[in-house]
């Protein structure tokens, strides 16, 4: 009898590696199993294999990227025990200005519906260290709770900072609260820049310990500045900041496809890379963001205006990453 085929066997993806024509990403189905409102912007939803097949195991720290019902592909971190998972949870914000990513997946997406979705990796892991120190700001609880529930499990000390704008706003408050106790300092700034936690204490003198940090960028940017005299390596922050794909500016142009011989308008408020799953025509893709270079693309003709975080210098004239760059002015060809 053939062996049973891995949900997650997810072939490892170079983008130089493509056939002729650009492939679909090798996704998995994942059933939504559950969604709830934990505060008035941020959800949860619990995914299960669709089908019933086993799940990729995963450790605290790790993300997983999903196909919204809008056809974007996000990447969201796991909250749950991911040593034997029969489902994947995960908590997202919804954002305002979200143009397909966390509005579509709570406005689009039903219980018994089905999302594709990645396999789930870690840029983001647990170390070994003699002690933590874990620090949450808003959403990015989603990591750094799965990281305490693990070193509680396992006896090893920490401690946690969890700042937000106020408790209604806080996710997972109280359980956190009734299982870590004198280990968690909650903080509530209203709002108010001046009213922030004051971190000095924790780094005035570098420890031998491990520090992860995930939440908005003026939180990453404060710990940056208080810890830059600890070694190097001590503090770990997990940063999933899009770059601005799309910016109020931005104008049309068309993406010729010298291969399959098309050509694509790309409006003003699309990426290529929306544009052309728009148009049917699929290209591998993960962060949607300019920061994995999936998506990274031969430019044949053009002025390309590269918006991502990967490619070098040398590599600006031929290659262009479809999911956050634009043409400078004119037309694109692609050699897809
Ligand atoms: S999909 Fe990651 S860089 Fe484009």
């Known amino acids: 009898m053939a062996p049973p085929q891995s949900l997650y066997a997810i072939p490892l993806r170079d983008p130089f590696a ?7 990403t090798a996704l998995i189905r994942l059933a939504v199993a559950g969604k709830r409102r934990l505060t008035p912007d ?27 019902p809008s056809g974007a592909m996000r990447q969201y971190s796991l909250v749950n025990d991911g040593r ?15 143009r397909g990513g966390s509005r579509s997946m709570v406005e689009d997406t039903e219980i018994g519906g089905t999302l594709r979705a990645d396999a789930p990796a870690n840029s983001f892991p647990l170390a070994e260290a003699p002690g933590y120190l874990l620090i949450a700001g808003g959403i990015g609880i989603a990591p750094i709770l799965a990281m305490a529930n693990r070193l509680d499990e396992e006896g090893k000390p920490f401690r946690m900072i969890y700042c937000s704008r106020s408790a209604a706003e806080a996710a997972y408050l109280h ?9 968690l300092t909650v903080h509530h700034d209203g709002g108010d820049p001046d009213a922030h936690y004051d971190f000095w204490d924790d780094f005035a003198e570098p420890a031998d310990i491990r520090v992860y940090c995930c939440g908005p960028k003026p939180l990453m940017e404060e710990i940056r500045a208080v810890s830059g005299h600890w070694p190097e390596g001590r503090v770990q922050f997990e940063d999933f900041r899009p770059v601005e794909a799309v910016r109020p500016d931005d104008r049309p142009f068309e993406a010729a496809l ?30 949607e963001s300019g920061v994995c270079g999936t998506c990274k693309t031969r430019l044949l003709a053009g002025e390309a205006d590269h918006r991502d975080r990967v490619l070098m210098p040398e590599e600006r004239a031929d290659f262009i990453m479809l999911c956050v760059s634009r043409a400078q002015s004119g037309a694109l060809t692609l050699d897809l």
Request: a neutral charge; charged letters at 25%; aromatic letters at 6%.
């Open 18 to 24: 493509r056939s002729e024509m650009a492939e679909p």
């Open 42 to 68: 941020i959800w949860e939803f619990t995914l299960a294999a669709a089908g019933g097949a086993a799940l990729q195991p995963f450790e605290p720290g790790a993300h997983i990227g999903i196909e919204t």
């Open 84 to 98: 034997a998972p029969d489902r994947y949870v995960i908590a997202l914000k919804r954002e305002p200005e979200s």
């Open 175 to 183: 359980e956190m609260r009734d299982r870590f106790g004198g280990r």
């Open 258 to 287: 010298r291969r399959s011989g098309r050509t694509v308008a790309v409006p003003a408020d699309l990426t290529i890379l929306e544009a052309l799953r728009g148009a049917g025509i699929r290209v591998p893709s993960s962060c």
